[in-house]
């Protein structure tokens, strides 16, 4: 299982990339694993105002249905449109063409209270 040092994490097992004010989010590998086959994923709208923890969308699989939470506060700018034909993407590359949503942030400081790697894979063992 995968989990790049350069990215932040959550417990809820999603992911940020921070470039400037803008993070892009996706799903973990340990998640999308969990998860099976990614059949359809609901993406928050563009404009959509997110707080840190809230319901941002849904992914489901062929196992089930869950809830994507937004891991940092800010403004819906982008969204991955090539998921609505291929949502598959998010299995087979979840930290590349399988992101999810680009939020720009309205809260910066949110970003030290992310997990690093360590911290995520430190939440994986005790599970």
């Not at 994923?41 to 062929?62: H, K, Y």
């Not at 998010?90 to 949503?101: D, E, I, M, T």
């Amino acid at each position: 299982m995968s989990i790049p040092k350069e990215l932040r994490y959550v417990d809820s097992h999603e992911w940020v990339r921070v470039d400037g004010d803008v993070a892009t989010v996706g799903i973990t590998d340990h998640a999308q694993q969990a998860l099976g086959d990614v059949v359809f994923v609901q993406l928050p709208e563009v404009g959509d105002q997110i707080d840190q923890g809230g319901e941002a969308g849904e992914i489901e699989s062929v196992k089930a249905v869950s809830a994507i939470y937004a891991p940092i506060s800010g403004e819906v700018i982008e969204v991955n449109g090539a998921l609505d034909d291929d949502p598959e993407t998010v299995n087979q590359a979840p930290y590349g063409g399988g992101w999810l949503f680009k939020i720009r942030l309205s809260r910066p400081a949110e970003i030290d209270g992310l997990l690093s790697a360590d911290g995520y894979a430190a939440v994986l063992a005790d599970a």
